[in-house]
């Protein structure tokens, strides 16, 4: 119970929490109000005292107080405990003569006897006021705070935060191993550890808690066959083919506790369904194996009377009737040992000797003899397992029990080891003897069975495993596992016509309710002395520690009560089991006295909600017809003027105690009561008056939702379950209605389920705070809603299947022709109502609840006022409740409509077009729709549903899919048709209504019944009068049926008015999917297609870009062969610029071919890199063969320029070799020379003729030999080939990627087209691609999306250039060349492609250095172009740009330094070098440096030779030998400091000081790109030699070109650049043409001639 209760702001103390106390039962008793300060919030009563608690966490106690050191030992009125001020205690609990509290922060304190260590206080025998006490876990130094306290005699229990169960004091109900008693300290009771403790109790002697079981997932374990404690098997059973051998001999030792005379002999378990009597002289104990974690119990039917169905062979009890005779009902499973079935396997083994005994009889078939008979007993259930297991196997296991008897069975299977229990024997015949004379009464006889089956036990000690051979390995009737029988057992088990189905909430509720709502999967644990029965286990003996009560397994107990020496459990169903003591009547029933749990006996539709046990009674509280609670009283009867004393002569009255519970008559004067207890001999109620109506509200909504439920477990048992287990079910319903049923049964089941949670939760709330706040209702509506919801569709798919007239038939078996049973649980007094439309009614009941939740909480709300948030709160509830009333009606009034039309509906369509979850919404069998144009005896009939329009015709059926059908009035054409077009992906029906109505009746049905499919609302049609028309976009799924492209393909995506439009998935029944964007029905967009190829086993995968359901733009194409195509598209075919990689994929360079496609055919100038030979084609093609100019350079070293015809070298050509050996001539083949031609030596010698023959392996010559003159120098020089005139000219090559890129400008051909539209396409561009590329982010770095943020704004691109939009247009190009989404970005990074791919690998030949750079040169051509035209107004190469006005002058020469230009001018030169080149060659500088390095290969190495000969000189002796002038050395100035600025004095043998930072800036220039850069450097390099010889000279000084060249040619040397050669021929061919006259190019000029000086550099 949690103490925490708040009363109500603004109460006066004078009407909640009020406390009502008196003496017992006797029929003057008057309860006497004690008056206290403030409301009480809880009670606790020890044997002759009390505690309270009182709002505002102060403590009272009342009664006698020995442990106080005063004078008055009783306390008349109660006294305040003031050692507890100051702290905020929120609950109370008393022992038989102590007490504790537990204060705000989970601290304990304890106070009063002492003697037995129950204060938890070393070394004192009572303890005056309260003490703390602190839990310590010994793992660290932490208290362990605590929620719950509960005292017993001589101990104490606590409930920690952790929901782990400490204890303390003296006694085996303490559940510790303790090795001696009193335990001062509290202990963890490790048996409880890990699990989930929800409430302890505590008896005098004994202690019970309330433990939650564990979880869904604990069902999927597997079953335990070991013990824990000493590795025995536990249980088996094997099913032969002619009989069936069970055997649980396990007995594990561990845990018994110890007694003063030691038994000779450990006893055989008496059968759990057979209590002991109390013979106290011979109370053998028996062993009770500790609990090792025990198979967690699944979370299963919460109301569990019905299991009995599967184990006892008689009815289960209904929840209302009266309880079945004591024995022959007892719950099944009750058992001492921790697994879930040991006794009763036992017990079985014990019915099966005596069976043996009985054989003839069974033989005779007189199996009545093991069933249980009304007079007589019950024997375990077991008894009727053997006799149904005997039923079962027929006439063979008759014979054969005549054959053997059990014993020769048992000998026969099992292997003998006779020392497992040494003279067990005796004892234990005796002991069984002695408990069959007393209380057997068995039709079978009493022989000497118990000396046989004791043999036989002592056998199946060492039972070997056979739970695993037989063919139904099972775990007996475990209520841990449900019913795991063979079906053949079960079936003959307990009735006939029974299946076993568990009717489970599956995964355990609600989804939220494990942690929002209080759990109904619980189990009782109890331990402590059991001389009483108060255990609970079945028997009288003592447990040490916590053992679980089987047989109140999946009884849904949500409170537990011990008494003195009796126990109780309140159920979520609002019953009451007792156990334990009943000498005075306090068990409520007249067992006496019971070690099994009963049920109380109470009047039909009385329901407990509160129960508390004293001494020697019981107080319970319960909710009778009026909403007041009642309070009924069980136990001792107390004469007037006494309280309780007298006890001796007590007993002796005859009326001394109550028969069974007993209404206190004074009970409706006390108010409304929220809570009782009793403890000692006295009673206590805490009642409040009913405070604005809201005290009453809250009970009576407490209270329909306890009658609710018990409602719902009524028909759950005595309806659903008897249906689901009748074994023509299925037959009778068919498969498919069978499955709707259970799903049924189940959804009744979980609503069940919630419901019973609720109630809980509601009674604890009135235990607790009686707050609207904590309503669980409230803050969790929606569970509620969905449920129901649920539920009522459930209820609905079966009832439009027919389920329920199905029902009629079968059920006659369970209810009779007259089913009075169904029209008690409806309460209707129809006559003679048919079963079907009762079936129909009980089912539909609980959808009426949802009223009654929406009355009470409007009777709640009516308690507040207007303007507070509770009202609101629960105004917005009741109106949710109340319009999901009102929905599940008209659902209802759906199914029952669908219902009937299909009665009527002819026979052969009814079973292609019911489904369950469809539902009726409009037809035209009153010929209220036809189609246009029809014949005359054509039958048309229209059939809306929820799902989809049906057209019927003859004996054909079209179905539409509601999700992909659109539907508008046709246009108004002709007034007098009512037409309505019908669009559906591959029809378009135009429909006619018969009048204008009809036609806006239809019209509006359709569109609601498709908005509400795409809404998925649920089939709630008609629910909104809106005339709200669907989307004509939408999400829906379809498969197409006609034939053509799409035949049996489907396609899930975005629709447009019937066709697919937006993005979506196609998926074609052989395996080809594309997915990706579609318009107007096509695919069009960005998509990805995969194919399988089935030849060779793999898919081919294109992804990119579609037009009208053709590949169309970019892409990338992988076959299925390894090839893989990148590039454009057109109409499906590869077209415009693309590349194809060839060869298996894991070869690490397979052949390339880049260029130009027409048609899926190489066509234009194309490159093609053919690895296995080595060779590499740069020139035209024709129809996938080379054909017109090209040039090959192979790995070797050849080079061939020249014709090509038919894929050959064939014409004139050119063919180089590395040694520079040259031919001229005419080619027929690949490197085959054939007719005239010249062949050059390198040396200069020629032949001239005709050649015949392959290149290197060869050569037929007819010709003349000339060796030129050795002075005829002008004649060499005319031999040396021009070469480049039989390759492509720059400019036709990549005329593809250029074509591409003025068509995504929009425009047609090169520079035809309008600006503005350019803009357009280039935004639109951006845009597009940015958004396919956010949704896969990773692709995008942050600066790239900076810059394509950068690149939004459109520049300003019309209006005279002046310098400031120069550099604007300049640092545009430059971020749009940076990103490949935009055009001019694309075009880049595809020409750098084409450039590396020609011209590295076998490309990087030297002689293909003059093609590179004119290669370059035509991009910058063509590039600058397009930049021309998206900004018209830059003027053309070479142009003039204005300077501005002086203003801005510094501005300038601050811009143009960095932008490393020329020196200002009067004006800029446009050029597209200037503009471009700093984007480009960066990109392209690799290759095309290579080559350089390549062709000056020579020059460079005798030009680094000399640098490095001449380095090793030093300074000074370096300067005289290149003839600088003295007056420009640095002097030696040997006494003095250096003069400031003036550098180091140079001592002769110094090196590298001299013009050192002029050396260094020369040597930058290898870190550039650009000839502008380079050229840059050069300048800085002079300046700083200037300010350096300024600054020796202490004066200005103009330089002569004489003076400056030496100087130059030093730093030139000492800067040691390695390719000096092909830094200079790189700018000297890509220099801008209007530099090469100013100031940059004379200093060009001086570092070329610094080069040529070099290398002639003679050194003397």
């Known amino acids: 119970m949690d103490p925490q209760r708040q009363s109500s702001e603004g109460d006066d103390g004078g009407e909640r929490g009020l406390l009502h106390s008196w003496g017992g039962y006797s029929y003057a008793v008057v309860p006497e109000r004690l008056l206290l300060p403030r409301p009480v919030l809880q009670v606790a009563l020890g044997a002759q005292h009390g505690v309270l608690l009182v709002e505002g966490g102060q403590v009272y106690s009342f009664g006698e107080l020995p442990w106080k050191q005063t004078q008055v030992l009783r306390a008349t009125q109660p006294t305040l405990e003031n050692a507890l001020s100051g702290q905020r205690v929120v609950g109370v609990a008393a022992g038989s003569f102590h007490s504790g509290v537990v204060t705000e922060d989970g601290g304990v304190h304890m106070w009063g006897d002492n003697a037995a260590g129950q204060c938890g206080l070393s070394g004192l025998s009572s303890v005056p006021n309260p003490t703390p006490v602190a839990l310590l876990d010994p793992g660290g130094p932490h208290t362990v705070p605590v929620l719950e306290l509960a005292c017993g005699e001589r101990h104490s229990l606590a409930l920690s935060a952790q929901r782990e169960v400490w204890a303390w004091g003296s006694g085996c109900q303490l559940g510790l191993n303790a090795p001696a008693f009193p335990v001062w300290k509290p202990q963890k009771v490790e048996q409880l550890a890990g699990r989930c403790v929800l409430q302890v109790a505590c008896g005098a002697s004994h202690s019970l808690a309330l433990v939650r079981c564990v979880g869904v997932e604990g069902m999927q374990r597997p079953p335990v066959d070991k013990c824990n404690q000493c590795n025995q098997l536990l249980y088996t059973m094997t099913d032969k083919e002619d009989h069936v051998i069970i055997s649980d001999s396990h007995y594990c030792p561990v845990g018994v506790e110890a007694r003063e005379e030691p038994p000779p002999t450990q006893t055989l378990k008496t059968s759990p369904s057979e209590p002991i009597l109390p013979s106290h002289s011979s109370s053998a104990p028996t062993p009770a194996p500790p609990t090792p974690e025990p198979p967690p119990g699944p979370v299963s039917d919460p109301q569990d009377s019905q299991k009995a169905c599967l184990t006892n062979g008689v009815h289960p009890p209904s929840d209302s009737d009266p309880p079945p005779p004591p024995k022959a009902a007892a719950p099944a499973a009750v058992k001492s040992s921790p697994y879930p079935d040991e006794r009763e396997v036992k017990e079985y083994l014990r019915k099966l000797s005596d069976a043996s005994q009985a054989e003839a009889k069974m033989a005779a078939g007189a199996l009545h003899a093991l069933q249980p008979s009304s007079s007589g007993r019950s024997s375990s259930a077991l008894n009727s397992l053997v006799a149904s297991c005997a039923s079962a196997v027929g006439e063979r296991v008759a014979s054969t029990y005549e054959a053997l008897s059990l014993k020769r069975m048992m000998n026969f299977y099992l292997p003998a080891r006779l020392e497992a229990l040494g003279g067990a024997a005796d004892g234990t015949a005796e002991r069984v003897r002695r408990e069959e004379s007393v209380q057997a009464k068995k039709s079978s006889s009493t022989g000497d069975i118990h000396e046989e089956e004791a043999e036989g036990l002592r056998r199946r000690l060492s039972l070997p495993g056979l739970l695993s051979q037989g063919r139904y390995a099972v775990h007996l009737l475990s209520s841990s596992y449900g019913p795991l029988l063979s079906p053949r057992l079960l079936r003959k088990m307990g009735r006939s016509r029974t299946r076993g189905f568990a009717l489970t909430p599956m995964g355990g509720g609600v989804p939220e309710d494990q942690e929002v709502f209080p759990t109904l999967h619980t189990e009782v644990w109890s331990w402590g002395h059991g001389e009483h029965g108060e255990l609970g286990h079945g028997d009288n003996l003592a447990r040490l520690q916590p053992l679980c009560i089987k047989s109140l397994n999946k009884k849904e107990v949500i409170r537990v009560a011990a008494g003195a020496h009796h126990s109780l459990a309140l159920t979520a169903q609002s019953q009451v089991y007792s156990w334990g003591s009943n000498l005075c009547g306090q068990l409520g029933h007249m067992e006496t006295p019971s070690t099994v749990p009963r049920l109380a006996k109470l009047s039909e539709g009385i329901r407990v909600w509160d129960a508390s046990a004293g001494e020697r009674h019981t107080l319970l509280l319960a909710d009778g017809d009026c909403i007041q609670p009642i309070i009924y009283y069980s136990g001792q009867q107390v004469k007037e003027g006494e309280d309780g004393g007298g006890l001796e002569e007590e007993e002796e009255h005859v009326g001394g105690y109550t028969q069974q519970p007993v209404l206190l008559p004074f009970c409706m004067n006390l108010g409304y009561v929220s809570s009782v207890v009793a403890g000692g001999s006295r009673c206590v109620a805490l009642s409040d008056r009913n405070v604005m109506g809201l005290i009453a509200s809250l009970h009576e909504l407490a209270s329909a939702e306890r009658k609710f439920y018990c409602k719902l477990c009524d028909v759950k048992s005595q309806v659903i379950r008897p249906l689901l287990e009748l074994e023509c079910l299925s037959s009778a319903l068919g498969p498919a209605v069978t499955e709707l049923l259970q799903t049924l049964a189940g959804r009744f089941s979980l609503l069940a389920h919630l419901t019973g949670q609720h109630a809980a939760s509601l009674t604890a709330d009135l235990r607790r705070g009686r707050d609207v706040k904590s309503l669980l209702i409230l803050d969790h509506a929606s569970i509620f809603l969905d449920l129901y919801n649920d539920y009522c569709s459930a209820v609905g798919n079966f009832f439009v299947m027919g389920g329920f007239h199905a029902l009629t038939k079968p059920s006659l078996d369970i209810f009779g022709k007259t089913p009075e049973l169904l029209q008690r649980l409806l309460e209707c007094n129809e006559e003679n109502p048919t079963t079907s439309d009762l079936l129909v009614a009980l089912f539909y009941l609980p959808t009426q609840h949802l009223h009654e939740y929406g009355r009470l909480l409007l009777k709640l709300a009516t308690c507040f006022e207007v303007s507070s948030s509770d009202y609101q709160k629960l105004q917005d509830s009741c109106s949710k409740f109340e319009a999901l009333a009102l929905q599940l009606k008209r659902k209802r009034k759906e199914a029952e409509c669908t219902f009937h039309f299909w009665k009527s509906f002819p026979g052969k369509m009814t079973d292609s077009l019911r489904k369950p979850h469809r539902r009726l919404i409009y037809e035209s069998s009153n010929k209220s729709l036809t189609v246009q144009n029809a014949g005359r005896f054509s039958v048309n009939w229209f059939i809306l549903f929820n799902d989809s329009l049906v057209h019927a015709q003859f004996s054909t059926h079209h179905i539409f899919a509601l999700a992909t059908l659109w539907v508008e009035p046709t246009p108004d054409d002709d007034p007098g048709l009512q037409g309505l077009k019908v669009v559906a992906p591959e029809e378009t029906l135009t429909l006619l209504a018969s009048s204008s109505t009809e036609k806006s009746k239809w019209l509006r049905a359709i569109n609601q019944a498709v908005d509400q499919a795409l809404s998925g609302a649920g089939h709630d049609v008609g629910s909104s009068l809106s005339k709200s028309e669907p989307p004509i976009s939408r999400t829906a799924s379809y498969t197409f049926y006609k034939d053509g492209r799409l035949k049996d393909a489907t396609y899930e995506g975005r629709w447009l008015a019937g066709k697919p439009h937006g993005r979506g998935i196609l998926k074609w029944p052989d395996g080809r999917i594309y997915t990706g964007s579609f318009k107007n029905g096509l695919e069009d967009g960005f998509g990805e297609f995969v194919g399988p190829n089935k030849a060779l086993g793999k898919d081919d995968i294109y992804q990119g870009y579609w037009k009208e359901g053709k590949m ?407 300067l005289a030998f290149l003839g600088v002038q003295q007056k420009f050395w640095p002097v030696s100035i040997p006494n003095a400091l250096p003069a400031p600025g003036q550098k180091q004095p140079v001592i002769s043998s110094t090196k590298d000081v001299c013009f050192a930072s002029a050396v260094e800036t020369l040597q930058q220039i290898s870190t550039t790109f650009t000839p502008s850069d380079k050229l840059q450097v050069i300048q800085l390099t002079f300046e700083e030699i200037t300010q350096e010889v300024q600054s020796l000279l202490r004066q200005d000084f103009l330089w002569s070109m004489d003076d400056l060249f030496p100087v130059f040619l030093y730093v030139v040397l000492r800067a040691r650049i390695r390719n000096l050669g092909s830094e200079v021929s790189l700018i000297e061919d890509l220099m801008d043409p209007c530099v090469q006259h100013g100031e940059h190019g004379i200093m060009f000029t001086t570092l070329k001639a610094c080069y040529y000086q070099i290398q002639h550099e003679k050194i003397t």
């Not at 590395?1218 to 032949?1247: A, H």
């Not at 935004?1323 to 958004?1331: E, P």
């Not at 053309?1436 to 204005?1442: A, C, D, N, Y």
């Open 1112 to 1518: 169309n733009g970019l892409g990338t194409y992988r076959y299925a062969s390894g090839e893989v195509y990148d590039g454009n598209f057109q109409d499906g075919m590869r077209q415009g610029h693309g590349m194809l990689r060839s060869g298996k994929h894991n070869t690490s360079s397979p052949s390339v071919f880049i260029g130009q496609w027409l048609q899926d055919k190489k066509t234009g100038y194309g490159v093609f890199d053919d690895i296995t030979k080595g060779e590499k084609y740069m020139g035209m093609w024709q129809d996938h063969q080379r054909q017109g100019m090209g040039v090959v350079v192979t790995q070797f070293g050849l080079y061939y320029e020249g014709v090509f015809k038919d894929n050959k070298m064939m014409g004139t050509g050119i063919l180089l070799s590395e040694d520079d050996t040259t031919y001229e001539g005419e080619f027929s083949d690949d490197w085959t020379l054939s007719g005239k031609g010249v062949l050059t030596m390198p040396n200069g010698d020629y032949l001239e003729g005709s050649f015949s023959g392959e290149w290197g392996s060869g050569l037929k010559v007819t010709g003349s030999y000339f060796k030129p003159n050795l002075f005829d120098s002008d004649k060499d020089k005319n031999r040396a080939v021009k070469l480049g005139r039989l390759s492509v000219r720059a400019e036709e090559k990549w005329r593809a990627v250029f074509e591409e890129c003025w068509s995504q400008l929009g425009c047609e051909a090169p520079g035809q087209g309008e600006h503005c539209k350019a803009w357009e396409a280039i935004a639109v561009a951006l845009t597009s691609n940015r958004q396919q590329i956010q949704d896969s982010p990773d692709i995008l770095s942050r600066s790239h999306s900076k810059t394509l943020e950068g690149l939004e704004a459109i520049p300003q691109h019309e209006g005279p250039i002046t310098i400031e939009r120069y550099h604007s247009i300049r640092l545009y190009l430059i971020k749009a060349c940076d990103t490949p989404l935009h055009p001019l970005g694309r075009l880049v990074e595809t020409l750098v492609a084409v450039y590396r791919m020609t011209y590295v690998g076998v490309g990087a030949n030297r002689r293909l250095l003059p093609q590179a750079v004119n290669e370059i040169k035509s991009y910058l051509g063509r590039i600058f172009q397009i930049v021309r035209f998206l900004f018209p107004d830059l003027p053309e190469e070479g142009g003039l740009i204005p300077e501005p006005t002086e203003s801005l002058g510094d501005n300038e020469q601050e811009t143009s330094t960095e932008t490393r230009t020329e020196s200002p001018k009067p004006g800029r030169v446009v050029s597209s070098s200037a503009l471009l080149l700093p984007v480009l060659l960066p990109r392209l500088y690799p290759p095309l440096f290579t080559l350089y390095a390549l062709e000056k290969e020579k020059e460079d190495d005798m030009y680094w030779e000399c640098v490095l000969r001449l380095n090793k000189q030093s300074d000074l002796a370096l």
